[in-house]
């Protein structure tokens, strides 16, 4: 593929996410599941009305701004209304979300591309991102998940250009680094772990040099690889080892930091009641006493372990009607229960066969890092570690290792927990999946590259099929459910 067929394909990705989440964005003239909150707090900011929320800033400041320079566009305020506190229009306190949403799939595409140079695996990457539905719909909505993950994935993305730059341009994206990871943990807290994830890799890249050092002083082994083996082509995250101890302390311990202090600074003074420390002690408390991970205390409370499979999706919205043509059912209360024909439900919920293929995928690169091992040891009847590895072995080393950080911790939360809590580890997955499609389209054989086409239709298919539910389009009763909510659990 050409640069000029990536750049096109590239931009295409961006113009789909763009347009999927700007259109319709003020379809209901309301508060739309944490809108409730988030749209209110965001209003708070501007009016300055103090108030307590249980997570860090910056996602409310986001929305603040768009209320703010929504407010001031001469067009899209036909639809208001007064739930945030004043009189906004539903346009002004979402469009901020669409528009930075709309950057993670290209953020995507980057990311891939620098962990591979291949710009079939970077577009196909974009591609299913773009593709998926619980994004879409947190971006179409004043929410602020979405921010926790393009901080975050953006942070990665500067971080491997880091990389692949020396002297002062690395010094350049390692401090942008640090910036954008410091901003994802000042949305939510979980933000933290796509730093983590930099630093597993990192430390596993330590010692992985260490041990490949050790076992090569103790042999008679003149070469890291033997006669008969191929040397693989080497990865940008062979580069790892460059950085030193000194400087991801800095760059990813101090500046974060700091990042994260002063953007509370604006929320401090508007709310003085408490202090950072004291601040920080009141949201702990208020997630600790947030109760049991059961349906008693949240219809939708999902444990960690129902997100990968998609067991308990939740409905952010849903209101009934007796026909198409009826007024959008948004501010008056329900239709009795059987009354109405027609149904408007926007449901987050992943585009179901990209999350069953992607931990698919997961999965396959998990066993594929093992299985390296174990065929080494049993090749040269002893361990055998590589100083240099291949670039899909590092890709696996990346994504499994930080599809894991973003899960794992969770395994220990006792509280309610929901399905978007998944969203920083899920896009791990489908840059998972993307490589296996890729590699299945490069294939010699045939009917491998029947599977790669195969599974692209599929999440592509999938996506068109369960977009009336991501957009909150109208649907009858009969392609509600069965057709669309497949388990009871869905709904």
């Given at each position: 593929?050409?640069?000029?067929?990536?750049?096109v394909?590239l931009?295409?990705?961006f113009?789909?996410?763009?347009?999927?989440r700007?259109?319709g964005?003020?379809?209901?003239?309301?508060?739309?599941?944490?809108?409730?909150?988030?749209?209110?707090?965001?209003?708070?900011y501007?009016?300055?009305?103090?108030?307590?929320?249980g997570?860090?800033?910056?996602?409310k400041?986001?929305?603040?701004i768009?209320?703010?320079l929504?407010?001031?566009?001469?067009?899209w305020?036909?639809t208001?209304?007064?739930l945030?506190?004043?009189?906004?229009?539903?346009?002004?306190?979402?469009?901020?979300?669409?528009f930075?949403?709309?950057?993670?799939?290209?953020?995507?595409?980057?990311i891939?591309?620098?962990?591979?140079?291949r710009?079939?695996f970077?577009?196909?990457?974009g591609l299913?991102t773009a593709c998926?539905?619980?994004?879409?719909?947190?971006?179409?909505?004043a929410?602020?998940?979405?921010?926790?993950?393009?901080?975050?994935l953006l942070?990665?993305?500067?971080?491997?250009?880091?990389?692949?730059?020396?002297?002062?341009?690395?010094?350049?994206?390692?401090i942008?680094?640090?910036i954008?990871?410091?901003?994802s943990v000042a949305?939510k807290?979980?933000?933290?772990?796509f730093?983590l994830?930099i630093?597993?890799?990192?430390s596993?890249?330590?010692?992985?040099?260490?041990?490949?050092?050790?076992?090569?002083?103790?042999?008679?082994?003149?070469d890291?690889?033997p006669?008969n083996?191929?040397?693989?082509?080497p990865?940008?995250?062979?580069?790892l080892?460059?950085?030193n101890?000194?400087?991801?302390?800095?760059?990813?311990?101090?500046?974060?930091?700091?990042?994260?202090?002063?953007?509370?600074?604006?929320?401090?003074?508007?709310?003085?009641?408490y202090?950072l420390?004291?601040?920080?002690k009141?949201?702990?408390?208020?997630?600790?006493?947030?109760?049991?991970?059961?349906?008693?205390?949240?219809?939708y409370?999902?444990?960690?372990?129902?997100?990968?499979?998609?067991?308990r999706?939740?409905?952010y919205?849903?209101?009934?009607?007796?026909?198409?043509s009826?007024p959008?059912?948004?501010?008056?209360?329900?239709?009795?229960?059987?009354?109405?024909?027609?149904?408007?439900?926007?449901?987050?919920?992943?585009?179901?066969?990209?999350?069953w293929?992607?931990?698919?995928a997961?999965?396959?690169?998990?066993?594929?890092?093992?299985?390296?091992?174990?065929?080494?040891?049993?090749?040269?009847?002893?361990i055998?570690?590589?100083?240099?590895?291949g670039?899909?072995?590092w890709?696996?080393?990346?994504?499994?290792?930080?599809y894991?950080?973003?899960?794992?911790?969770?395994?220990?939360?006792?509280?309610?927990v929901?399905?978007?809590?998944?969203m920083t580890?899920?896009?791990?997955a489908?840059?998972?999946i993307?490589?296996?499609?890729d590699?299945?389209?490069?294939?010699?054989?045939?009917?491998?590259?029947?599977?790669?086409?195969?599974?692209?239709f599929i999440?592509?298919?999938?996506f068109?099929?369960?977009m009336?539910?991501?957009?909150?389009?109208p649907?009858?009763?009969?392609?509600y459910?069965?057709?669309?909510?497949?388990?009871?659990?869905?709904?």
């Amino acid at each position: 593929m050409t640069k000029k067929w990536f750049r096109v394909g590239l931009t295409g990705i961006f113009l789909l996410s763009l347009a999927l989440r700007f259109w319709g964005i003020d379809r209901f003239n309301t508060l739309v599941f944490d809108e409730v909150y988030y749209a209110k707090f965001g209003n708070n900011y501007l009016t300055h009305v103090p108030f307590f929320d249980g997570h860090p800033p910056l996602g409310k400041y986001m929305i603040a701004i768009g209320i703010w320079l929504g407010s001031h566009v001469p067009f899209w305020h036909e639809t208001v209304n007064g739930l945030t506190g004043s009189l906004r229009s539903p346009w002004s306190y979402r469009w901020m979300n669409a528009f930075c949403g709309s950057f993670i799939p290209v953020i995507v595409t980057g990311i891939a591309y620098q962990l591979s140079y291949r710009r079939s695996f970077a577009l196909l990457a974009g591609l299913f991102t773009a593709c998926d539905g619980i994004f879409l719909v947190e971006s179409r909505y004043a929410l602020i998940n979405i921010y926790i993950v393009l901080f975050g994935l953006l942070g990665q993305l500067l971080f491997l250009l880091a990389l692949a730059n020396r002297r002062q341009k690395r010094t350049f994206y390692l401090i942008f680094a640090g910036i954008a990871f410091g901003a994802s943990v000042a949305t939510k807290w979980n933000g933290l772990f796509f730093l983590l994830g930099i630093y597993l890799v990192w430390s596993i890249s330590l010692i992985w040099q260490r041990i490949a050092k050790i076992i090569k002083q103790s042999t008679d082994v003149i070469d890291d690889f033997p006669a008969n083996m191929p040397i693989p082509q080497p990865s940008l995250l062979q580069n790892l080892t460059q950085l030193n101890i000194i400087q991801i302390i800095f760059f990813l311990g101090i500046v974060p930091l700091a990042v994260y202090s002063l953007i509370w600074i604006p929320h401090l003074q508007l709310n003085p009641k408490y202090g950072l420390i004291e601040i920080h002690k009141q949201i702990l408390a208020f997630h600790e006493n947030l109760g049991g991970n059961t349906a008693k205390v949240h219809p939708y409370c999902a444990a960690w372990y129902k997100w990968p499979l998609m067991t308990r999706p939740i409905a952010y919205y849903y209101q009934t009607a007796q026909s198409f043509s009826d007024p959008l059912p948004v501010l008056g209360p329900p239709l009795p229960a059987g009354a109405g024909k027609v149904i408007y439900d926007i449901h987050a919920m992943g585009n179901p066969f990209l999350w069953w293929f992607g931990l698919t995928a997961i999965i396959f690169l998990l066993s594929l890092l093992i299985g390296q091992i174990i065929i080494y040891a049993m090749r040269h009847k002893r361990i055998f570690v590589n100083k240099t590895l291949g670039i899909d072995t590092w890709i696996a080393l990346y994504l499994v290792s930080n599809y894991a950080v973003n899960l794992v911790p969770w395994m220990k939360v006792t509280r309610c927990v929901f399905i978007y809590h998944y969203m920083t580890a899920v896009i791990f997955a489908f840059l998972a999946i993307a490589w296996f499609v890729d590699q299945c389209l490069r294939s010699y054989y045939q009917q491998v590259r029947v599977v790669g086409v195969t599974i692209t239709f599929i999440i592509l298919a999938a996506f068109i099929f369960w977009m009336p539910v991501y957009l909150g389009l109208p649907l009858t009763p009969e392609g509600y459910k069965p057709l669309r909510m497949w388990f009871n659990s869905w709904i």
